[in-house]
């Protein structure tokens, strides 16, 4: 038969069968014109290799059988060479599951680890949504460095001399994107962007007020508020704390919302790396800025 046919007849493509002639398995005769010819073994030959490496032997592998069908054998196992051959597939099988049962074994110790560490850490989470920031005056900002939109990366306990504003806020939004569910039922939870807005346009009155330097805090990436900062033309930098660093060094209150951690809004007004005061809770996040220059402006 020539290589369509047995193509056809085994299921096995043109190339495997060329594969298998260029291996030395099944190698048909040529012609004189040619064109190869296959004995009609060669199916059952095709078939046993296309059965064995099924089960996962390589194509050398399964050269035992292969020869003891072109010597004359019915299924290709009667020859004491096929039984070796299924002997070592059995034994390297063997030694595969093991390995792959070690790395099992890995991967679920690797999986209860992090799944406990999370637990704890969620843990702490939920202790620090109650936390009552209102002893924190007098309170040394943690020596942490956070990314801010500037592209600096300005270490909380050395901002500078002169009093530096940090108004902490849970998420602002962005345009045709759905707040968490339920945001609007959250107390405090509405009111970032006016925030952040109110603080744009009393920018220069902050400054003025005695303000030298003013930062936005959230949990939210760095790109996110990036983002926020061009949109809304912020004069001020973006500090990104994803992973609630200030929240956890200072007790900071948070709250969960859409599978998220956010910040509990509040202001910190900051002087040589001492907390001198804190505003919370931030009853009205629109005219905020306007409260803190009154601060400012009476002490």
């Known amino acids: 038969m020539y290589v369509g ?39 059952r030959q095709v078939e046993r290799i296309r059965a064995l490496t099924g089960l ?10 292969v020869e003891c069908l072109a010597d004359g054998g019915d299924t290709g196992d009667e020859c004491p060479a096929s039984l070796a051959a299924y002997r070592r597939a059995i034994v390297d099988l063997e030694d595969r599951i093991a390995r792959l049962a070690e790395h099992r074994d890995s991967l679920r110790a690797g999986l209860a680890a992090a799944t406990a560490r999370m637990a704890s850490h969620r843990g702490v989470r939920r202790r620090l949504s109650a936390a009552d920031p209102s002893g924190l005056p007098g309170e040394r900002l943690p020596p942490l460095s956070l990314a801010a939109t500037d592209g600096r990366r300005p270490r909380l306990d ?30 405090g939870a509405r009111g970032c962007t006016v925030e952040a807005c ?56 948070t709250f969960e919302a859409g599978g998220m951690t956010l910040y509990r809004r509040l202001t910190l007004i900051v002087s040589g790396g001492v907390i001198e005061h804190v505003f919370h809770p931030v009853d009205e996040p629109g005219t905020h800025a306007a409260q803190i220059v009154d601060w400012l402006t009476e002490t």
């Open 198 to 253: 109110d603080f744009r346009d009393r920018y220069a009155e902050l400054r003025e007020a005695g303000a030298a330097r003013v930062y936005g805090l959230s949990a939210q990436s760095r790109a996110y508020q990036r983002e926020v900062v061009h949109r809304l033309h912020l004069p001020y930098p973006m500090l990104a704390d994803p992973r609630l660093t200030v929240a956890e060094a200072l007790g900071l209150p």
């Open 158 to 187: 050395r901002l500078g001399p002169g009093r530096t504003v940090i108004f902490v806020y849970p998420l602002t939004g962005r345009p045709g994107v759905d707040q968490p569910e339920g945001w609007d039922t959250i107390p």
């Open 5 to 43: 046919e047995l193509a056809g007849r085994t299921g096995a493509t043109v190339r495997a069968l060329r594969y298998y002639e260029a291996a030395g398995l099944v190698v048909p005769r040529r012609e004189p014109n040619g064109y190869r010819v296959y004995e009609p073994v060669a199916v």
């Open 56 to 65: 996962g032997l390589s194509v050398e592998e399964t050269r035992a059988f």
